[in-house]
């Protein structure tokens, strides 16, 4: 307590007294043995805490002073509702790669996640749209996948004719509306004279997957996402839809110079 005192200019009672009504607060962080005061494992944890606060602190005073931020921080990443899981893991390794940055994903609508990444809460957006009406923001492409429609096995016996007349008047599982590849898969339909039955439109591509392996319609998805479903048995292709299905990783920009998004928008460019 004497050194401690002595580091930080307090005098030992008034060090003392606010130590106490720290634990007060939060518990008992100290305890005392052969006469010196050691750390309880909550201490331990509180410890922790401060040190990152600490670390946080100075941190903070180098993009201060340096005009530009760490690369030695959490990115967090918005990821759209609709985007496949597979694409979202691809590209949050592809992120991983290029730098040590701690990475949070936080799942939302495209309005919610673009007015997030508009005042600076999130760092990019991963989104199965390049909207154009965001000009403080540059979409880069993540990746593209060969769109089809897949069913269960003993949905597709059901299905009668030749491609793409067989689907007519049987359950589909569609996005819901406004998403994007719900507006293509509508013009598909609309030029083939198709009118298949909508029993479900769901935003998740999780749960769509889902419900077409338990055979609950036929469901538009791309081949990456469905891969290991299809290898596996659960799923069998009804027909290839003439369009791929495009996604991308938008970034907003910025006022101080961050040689970390140069980076990824240097690697997401080149490929």
């Known amino acids: 307590m004497s050194e401690a005192s002595r580091r930080l200019r307090l005098g030992q009672p008034t060090l003392s007294l606010q130590l106490k009504q720290l634990e ?7 305890e005392r043995r052969n006469r ?22 100075d941190e903070l005073k180098r993009v201060v002073e340096r005009g530009e931020l760490s690369e030695q921080r959490t990115l ?35 309005g919610e996640l673009f007015e997030e990444l508009s ?10 749209h ?15 996948e060969k769109m089809a429609l897949w069913s269960s096995k003993n949905l597709k016996k059901d299905l009668k004719g030749t491609y793409p007349q067989q689907i007519n008047n049987h359950p589909i599982i569609l996005p819901t509306p ?24 769901i935003p ?36 290839v839809l003439p369009f791929e299905q495009r996604y991308w990783l938008a970034v907003p920009r910025k006022d101080l110079r961050d040689p970390l998004s140069e980076k990824i928008i240097k690697e997401f460019r080149r490929n």
Do not use: C
């Open 36 to 57: 010196r005061l050691v750390l309880t494992e909550r201490g331990r944890v509180v410890l922790r805490y401060a040190q990152d606060i600490f670390a946080r602190g």
């Open 76 to 110: 967090t990443i918005g990821a759209q509702e609709g985007v496949p899981k597979a694409i979202i893991g691809g590209t949050i390794v592809r992120l991983r790669a290029l730098s040590q940055a701690r990475i949070a994903v936080r799942e939302g609508s495209a």
């Open 119 to 128: 005042v600076g809460h999130l760092d990019f957006v991963i989104s199965d």
């Open 204 to 239: 998740d591509t999780a749960l769509i997957k889902e419900l077409g392996v338990q055979g609950a319609g036929i469901i538009a998805l791309g081949e990456t996402t469905v891969k290991s479903w299809v290898e596996a048995g659960r799923l069998v292709k009804v027909g």
């Open 178 to 201: 406004g998403h994007p590849l719900r507006q293509k898969l509508e013009q598909f339909f609309l030029q083939e004279g198709l009118v298949p039955q909508i029993v479900a439109e």
């Open 130 to 144: 390049r909207f154009t009406q965001f000009s403080a923001v540059s979409f880069l492409p993540v990746a593209k």
């Open 24 to 30: 007060e607060k939060i518990g008992v962080l100290f």
